[in-house]
């Protein structure tokens, strides 16, 4: 990997992204909830930004970078629905047409949510690789500008400005778990957090059923899984990109994996006793949260979780529709409140 090692971004690019960022995306709340759950522990509330996720940093980043003349002609990308609904929304802010090529199996709110903010919604396969290659079809054909969805160092840069606002707000932290996609969000938070206090520990999350950040580090390079499949339908590339898996190799302590049983009570959780809204995705990181203490309860001695030291878990996106969450309720109504004492 040594041929991206001068590509790794540096937390001063992340600084400049933040500069460029700040009149336009919300600077959302670090919320402790110590008190909740007898445990240091704060939600970074990615799901209370622009569009619903924190992906809208990486795409205004990257967009605004764009020269004027190319940027006017419009811009397109792939996703499995945030990032599709941030190029959406920041192209509109900077008068880009914006065209979104989006699975089969979006769900309904994120592909609203994409037509909403007045992208073109072309809808493709199942796969990332699927959708990919329709999208570079059509940018080949309309002489639009792609926006990568994580795989480039502007939007790295640009989602790393979240590790910049939790060193800002609670320097002392101890553990920050980011759940893991293709990567861009957790590389940009590690780069930025690493080279600025080395002592923190980052712990990269995926689902079970989706671990293609894990299998790639134990095959050391990016591989491609043969198939996905989580309730975490924003964490399902099939492959890494070359430049999130050299950060996450480079700066990541640990990579854990979590099953969708986790997700849901997570899920659950959160809009029960947080009063927060947010979408399997991201709630992955307080499941493998929830995951370390009780093995640190049960078992002794886990490294990952220390209740004594500040962790954070970033909570990345809130789009899911009221009649999936219903139905998250039901099927996990079982798990309350007083579970949660089980974190200590």
């Not at 989602?159 to 980011?178: A, C, H, K, R, S």
């Not at 009063?275 to 078992?299: D, F, Q, Y």
Request: charged share 20%; proline share 5%.
């Amino acid at each position: 990997m040594e041929k991206w090692m001068s590509q790794l971004i540096s937390p001063e690019a992340v600084e400049m992204a933040a500069d460029r960022i700040r009149n336009v995306v919300v600077r959302t709340p670090l919320i402790n909830f110590s008190s909740r759950v007898g445990a240091c522990l704060a939600l970074k509330c990615e799901n209370l930004q622009l569009a619903g996720a924190f992906k809208i940093r990486g795409a205004y980043n990257f967009i605004l970078q764009i020269p004027e003349q190319r940027r006017l002609r419009g811009v397109i990308t792939y996703s499995s629905g945030n990032h599709a609904q941030a190029v959406a929304y920041a192209a509109r802010g900077l008068g880009a047409p914006a065209v979104v090529v989006m699975p089969t199996t979006a769900p309904r709110v994120k592909v609203d949510g994409a037509r909403s903010y007045g992208a073109e919604v072309i809808v493709e396969g199942t796969t990332s690789l699927e959708r990919q290659i329709r999208a570079e079809m059509e940018a080949d054909a309309r002489g639009l500008t792609m926006v990568p969805p994580f795989d480039h160092p502007n939007i790295i840069a640009g989602q790393g400005t979240v590790g910049l606002e939790i060193l800002q707000d609670m320097p002392n932290t101890g553990t920050v778990y980011v759940p893991i996609g293709g990567g861009g969000l957790i590389a940009g938070i590690a780069a930025l957090i690493k080279q600025r206090v080395s002592s923190i520990r980052i712990v990269g999350v995926e689902p079970v059923g989706a671990a293609a950040m894990s299998a790639s580090l134990l095959a050391g390079k990016p591989i491609s899984l043969a198939s996905v499949d989580s309730i975490a339908d924003g964490l399902l590339p099939v492959r890494p990109g070359d430049l999130t898996y050299a950060h996450v190799k480079e700066f990541v302590d640990d990579v854990v994996t979590v099953d969708d049983d986790s997700i849901g009570r997570s899920v659950v959780w959160l809009a029960q006793h947080a009063k927060l809204i947010v979408e399997p995705s991201g709630a992955a990181a307080l499941a493998a949260v929830m995951n370390a203490s009780l093995e640190r309860k049960t078992h002794g001695g886990n490294t990952s979780f220390n209740p004594d030291r500040e962790t954070v878990a970033v909570i990345s996106g809130g789009n899911i529709g009221f009649d999936t969450l219903e139905n998250f309720i039901q099927d996990y109504k079982s798990f309350s409140g007083d579970s949660v004492s089980s974190w200590q």
